[in-house]
């Protein structure tokens, strides 16, 4: 009506809104207050998750295996609540108000657990609801969103902001991961060293609290620039056009009632695998309700692959005879095909998120055991800092392999280089960290402790208590009068204290006011023992770093199959369901960490408190096996896979399809990819 009416195809069109202001510069005078918002987001998240295995572990009692079942489960309910706030954004809230919710409920969650850390008011019930129930939701909320409300703010109809979104991104990625870095170089090692005036008792505390003054400064950017963004409101109309399309195509056939199968079997596995790592540890309700959520999880996958390959089941149930309302019915018929084809994809990369998540469980359990020593001093490297390994692989290897790598196997092989194709080496890639860490740990298991031999006149590094009395460096030197006790046995085997940098064993102690003394004349060994580990665990004789080659091929798979997901899930489904694949692809990252939460409380009889005692790689034996056997049927896979035509192909071709009728009236068809891990 009059000029002010919009026509039918700019009323569909999701990627060309009206914006307040023309910004030449869009990623700086616009995106970069959301980039600043995903720095913090993701440094206040990789904080709270990079020592939340030690934190459960010292202070709050949680076994060895079942405190690395913890960070998994946790990343089960940070990417299955996507499913919600995607659904609550596509519906209901639009983008810009459901970030806004779900982050004053992580601001929440953090402050809680920053305060349920403090030593004296240290509460396991208040620390794992606001954990789960606030950051676990909080966090994934926000997740399905970020990234795709930074590419609202371009319209892909013009060249030059197009341009500009591939590079928002790029940056978008980096960000993510100066997040991380930060996080597992200074906040890890403040939560078990402390930092300047701070001891090491406040470590966790203060490491929470700067995690959670971190997110209030990503709430303060993202808010800052309101006026700015371009805002789009909820399609709820397209997205419960797809859900009514496709419950209506299970329920008129067969195969959809598979479908419908095989969605409940991998809800069951998720919700068995988050139940299991807080059941009791080597009981057999713990191992039960561990093999149902593998076994559900895995015929849940499977299913989905069979029936969604070539999803011709997908038809129309409406009987309409007027034109459009048939044209309306068939172009939701044809997305919903197209979002169904791409599940197989995801469904395959669980068994990829199943090696990644050894990253925060079983990793650091191993690097905690290994010589963690900086240098001469009583520091040392809390294993959370070995994810940098990951972090570096993605900055070197993501332009090395834009630039460089995928031109050089298309010039190689004279045929383009498809994301599907990059996956596979991705499969290769986790395969080779799972190899290389079981390789290290047979070495450490192999390796004797790490001691150190002093002379007469040397000091042990400190400090350490005996009963109750705390022994700094230079306290036990030769000017110290001692007697040494009958039989001069060791007595220091019976020392266990959270703040102890070494266990200190000598031939010869003497009693003095009731308080054992170190022997300074007659000076056996000095047992390094880690802050990381479990108290009183000792150092093996070979160095951390070694497990910098498992973290850094992880993070190379991640480039490979990470990477071309996110792409997948933005180019090769429709503009209106894009938050709803997004969701979905975190969702399975989220069924891969139930499942790895299930798998570690299965092993847990090989993950004992001392990993000399146990044999942690049958964990990395399964997960590099599943990702070799996943291989050949994803070759299959790859070839039935119909590409877009123009769906971010220029320079890879591959199988096309021509676009339906819905999506040349959306102008979806753009390039760009979401890259967030």
């Not at 970030?99 to 019930?125: D, H, Q, R, W």
């Not at 590419?151 to 991104?169: C, L, S, V």
């Not at 894009?578 to 139930?594: D, V, Y």
Request: charged letters at 15%; a negative charge; hydrophobic letters at 45%.
């Amino acid at each position: 009506m009059g000029d002010g009416t919009r026509s039918a195809e700019n009323s569909f069109n999701f990627d060309a809104p009206a914006k307040k202001k023309k910004y030449k510069n869009i990623i700086m005078s616009v995106c970069i207050y959301i980039l600043v918002t995903e720095m913090c987001e993701r440094l206040a998240y990789y904080g709270l998750s990079g020592s939340l295995k030690a934190f459960v572990n010292k202070h709050l009692g949680f076994p060895n295996a079942q405190a690395a079942a913890i960070p998994s489960a946790l990343t089960s309910v940070v990417y299955i609540t996507p499913l919600l706030g995607g659904y609550l954004a596509d519906v209901h809230w639009g983008r810009y108000k459901t970030i806004l919710v779900f982050a004053v409920l992580y601001v929440i969650g953090t402050a809680l657990m920053a305060a349920s850390s403090y030593p004296s008011l240290e509460n396991k019930s208040l620390f794992l609801f606001a954990l789960f129930c606030c950051v676990g939701l909080g966090s994934g909320g926000i997740k399905a969103n970020v990234v795709t409300m930074g590419g609202d703010q371009f319209d892909t109809n013009d060249k030059e902001e197009a341009k500009q979104m591939d590079t928002f991104f790029n940056y978008f990625y980096w960000m993510i991961n100066i997040g991380a870095t930060i996080s597992y170089t200074f906040i890890a090692q403040v939560a078990i060293n402390g930092i300047g005036g701070i001891s090491q008792n406040y470590g966790f505390f203060t490491s929470f609290t700067i995690c959670s003054a971190a997110l209030a400064m990503a709430v303060l950017s993202f808010v800052s620039a309101k006026s700015r963004y371009t805002i789009k409101p909820p399609a709820g109309s397209a997205f419960a056009s797809f859900l009514s399309t496709l419950l209506g195509a299970c329920l008129n056939s067969w195969t959809g009632y598979f479908v419908l199968l095989g969605f409940f079997l991998q809800v069951m596995g998720w919700a068995f695998g988050l139940i299991s790592p807080f059941l009791t540890e080597g009981s057999e309700a713990a191992k039960v309700v561990s093999l149902c959520g593998c076994l559900c999880a895995a015929l849940g996958l499977v299913l989905i692959i069979l029936t969604c390959i070539t999803p011709s089941w997908v038809t129309s149930s409406n009987s309409a005879s007027m034109e459009e309302g048939l044209l309306e019915d068939n172009n939701s018929t044809s997305d919903t095909k197209d979002f169904m084809r791409v599940l197989p994809t995801l469904m395959f990369s669980v068994t990829f998120w199943i090696v990644y998540n050894q990253m925060a469980g079983n990793f650091f359990i191993q690097a905690c055991q290994m010589d963690v020593r900086l240098g001469d001093s009583s520091q040392q490297l809390n294993g959370a800092v070995l994810n940098v390994g990951d972090c570096l692989a993605i900055i070197i290897c993501i332009p090395l392999l834009d630039t460089f790598f995928y031109p050089f196997v298309e010039r190689m092989t004279g045929r383009p280089f498809r994301p599907l194709d990059k996956m596979i080496l991705g499969y290769f890639a986790a395969f080779a960290a799972m190899a290389s860490a079981s390789i290290i740990e047979v070495y450490r298991r192999d390796a004797p402790v790490l001691t150190s031999t002093k002379g007469s006149s040397g000091d042990c590094v400190f400090p350490f208590e005996v009963n109750g009395k705390v022994f700094t460096e230079g306290s036990c030197t030769n000017d110290i009068p001692m007697v040494p006790p009958a039989g001069s046995a060791s007595f220091f085997s019976n020392i266990r204290d959270d703040d102890d940098a070494y266990w200190c064993v000598t031939e010869g102690a003497a009693q003095r006011d009731g308080v054992h003394i170190l022997n300074a004349t007659n000076y056996g060994e000095c047992a390094f023992v880690s802050k990381c580990a479990p108290n009183g665990i000792l150092m093996s004789d070979i160095s951390v770093y070694w497990m910098i080659i498992p973290y850094f091929l992880i993070g190379v798979s991640e480039c490979f199959i990470s990477v071309q997901l996110y792409d997948l899930c933005y180019s090769e489904v429709p503009a209106t369901l894009r938050s709803t694949a997004q969701a979905m692809n975190l969702f399975m990252t989220a069924m891969a960490g139930a499942v790895t939460g299930a798998i570690t409380v299965a092993f847990a009889a090989y993950v004992p408190t001392n990993l000399n005692n146990g044999h942690i790689e049958y964990n990395y034996y399964l997960g590099g096996g599943l990702a070799l056997l996943s291989i050949p049927p994803f070759l299959y896979v790859r070839e039935k896979f119909v590409y877009k035509k123009g769906a971010g192909l220029d320079q890879e071709g591959g199988r096309e399809r021509t676009p339906s009728t819905s999506e040349r009236r959306a102008g979806s068809f753009s390039g760009g990819s979401f890259l967030e891990t």
